[in-house]
């Protein structure tokens, strides 16, 4: 199996050097294997778009290059994704701890009582 965050490309290149070690020993695969074989050895973080190649391509006429392609372009989409939600995630926590030094500094004359409330609740 393909480690989870391992790119397409170093995959494909781990996989053609197989397949090309095999065709020294006598032992071909069509390019319809090559294709399934691949599929099979993605990362089940990739499941959902396998399933879509197995479902919108005619994997008997799909070449290598071709799916690939098609998911180098996916691993983009992701990579994209997760950076714009983790610049969302930043910009929260940005606006959360200007929101909460506000606060903070409106409320700073009434640290005291919030001591006393603390230590009067303990008791």
Partial sequence: MIPEDE?????????????T???A?????????CVRKFLRALHPKWRAKVTAIKESKNLT???????????KVYEEVIKKDSETV??????????ALKARKE????NSTSDSE?????MA???
């Avoid at 790119?7 to 397949?19: E, L, P, R, V």
């Avoid at 919030?114 to 603390?118: I, S």
Wanted: proline share 0%.
């Fill in 7 to 19: 790119s397409i490309d170093n995959a494909f290149a781990k996989f053609n050097t197989i397949i």
């Fill in 21 to 23: 070690s095999l065709k």
């Fill in 25 to 33: 020993l006598d032992k071909s695969f069509s390019s319809k294997n």
């Fill in 61 to 71: 006429t799909l070449s290598l290059d071709e799916l690939i392609g098609n998911l």
């Fill in 86 to 95: 983790k610049s969302k995630r930043e910009q929260s926590r940005s606006i």
């Fill in 103 to 106: 606060y903070s500094d409106d």
């Fill in 114 to 118: 919030d001591e006393e409330y603390a």
């Fill in 121 to 123: 609740k303990r008791l």
